[in-house]
């Protein structure tokens, strides 16, 4: 890394810090050849029922260890890959990846296994390929549909029209399952969300915040979870906070009736094999 500057000494240009356009355009230059040279890699989060406090599902998330500038998160090269269309081959890698991964989870621990939940870009959902390159992965690894969901933001399902979404009708039909990410963010057309095959709601993290502090929580905020909530509810799905952080927003959330919690209070994003020792010791308990 850069070294102070004095006489001597010079600075070493940071194409991601500087964030210009040259460096977006180096990014997005050798994002093919990283995928095929294996610089990727997926941590997974862990999604826990807020009653029981078991694990329910795992999401996966896309990192880019870069030779250069080290680790980078999906904030720095996702839209990139969006713009240039790698996505949509990143997207496969990330989904196969993922499913093998849930595979192996759901032979070492059977049917308590938690789901695997892929994000997935508009630019997928736009892909003639999607579906028959779900069908082909899950049949590829032998995961169950059912162990398989599939997060499309709010924004992204919002803005396209009917017939666009047919695709996600096919994979709900397979049994995949399907939730809107960062809920609370975009506009949401009721009506519409209502002829969605959709079975979860992700609350997006930014309304947490004002959950955190068990003197003063902000009332809008709490109030506008507790809406959310009662909304996913009435529509017959289940729903998920993000960002949760506390022990403190955890018993709230639980109190409001949210089912499921993901949050850094539980576990970070982390390395399979820590996010297995995560599912080993929060197995769900059937009676
Ligand atoms: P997301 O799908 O909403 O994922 C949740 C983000 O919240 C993750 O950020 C996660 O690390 C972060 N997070 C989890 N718990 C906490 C918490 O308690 N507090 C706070 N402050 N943050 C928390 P991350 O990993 O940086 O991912 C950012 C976004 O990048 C994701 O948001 C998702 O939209 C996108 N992304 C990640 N992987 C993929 C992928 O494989 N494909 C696509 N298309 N998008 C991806
Ligand atoms: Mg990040
Ligand atoms: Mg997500
Ligand atoms: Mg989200």
């Known amino acids: 890394w850069a070294k102070s500057e004095g006489k001597g ?30 610089e990727f ?10 009653r029981r406090r078991e ?93 398989l969901q599939l997060e499309l933001t709010e924004s992204a399902v919002m803005g396209t029209a009917d017939e666009a979404l047919e695709p996600l009708r096919r994979l709900s039909e397979m049994g995949v399952r399907i939730a809107i990410d960062d809920f609370g963010t975009g506009y949401s057309n009721l009506a519409y969300l209502r002829h969605l095959p959709v079975h979860e709601l992700k609350i997006a993290g930014s309304f947490m915040e004002g959950l955190r502090n068990p003197d003063e929580p902000d009332p809008v905020d709490a109030r506008i979870v507790r809406t959310l909530v009662e909304l996913a509810h009435t529509l017959g799905l289940s729903v998920t906070a993000e960002g949760v952080e506390t022990e403190d927003q955890a018993q709230r959330l639980a109190a409001i009736g949210c089912e499921t919690g993901q949050g850094y209070y539980f576990e970070k994003p982390c390395l399979p094999d820590r996010a297995r020792a995560f599912i080993a010791d929060h197995l769900p308990q059937w009676a």
């Open 55 to 147: 694990v329910v599902g795992v999401e996966a998330l896309v990192r880019w260890w870069h030779p250069d500038h080290g680790r980078l998160g999906p904030d720095k090269f996702i839209g990139l890959a969006e713009e240039t269309g790698l996505i949509v081959p990143l997207g496969r890698w990330v989904l196969g990846t993922a499913c093998r991964q849930a595979k192996q989870w759901a032979d070492e621990f059977g049917d308590t296994a938690p789901f695997v939940s892929v994000n997935l870009a508009v630019r997928q959902l736009r892909e003639p390929r999607l579906v028959s390159d779900v069908a082909a992965v899950l049949a590829e690894t032998g995961l169950e549909a059912a162990k």
């Open 41 to 50: 890699y997926v941590d997974y989060q862990p999604l826990v029922g807020l």
């Open 9 to 38: 000494t010079w600075k070493t240009f940071d194409p991601v810090r500087n964030a210009s356009e040259l460096a977006r355009f180096h990014l997005s230059a050798t994002m093919p050849a990283a995928l095929e040279h294996g």
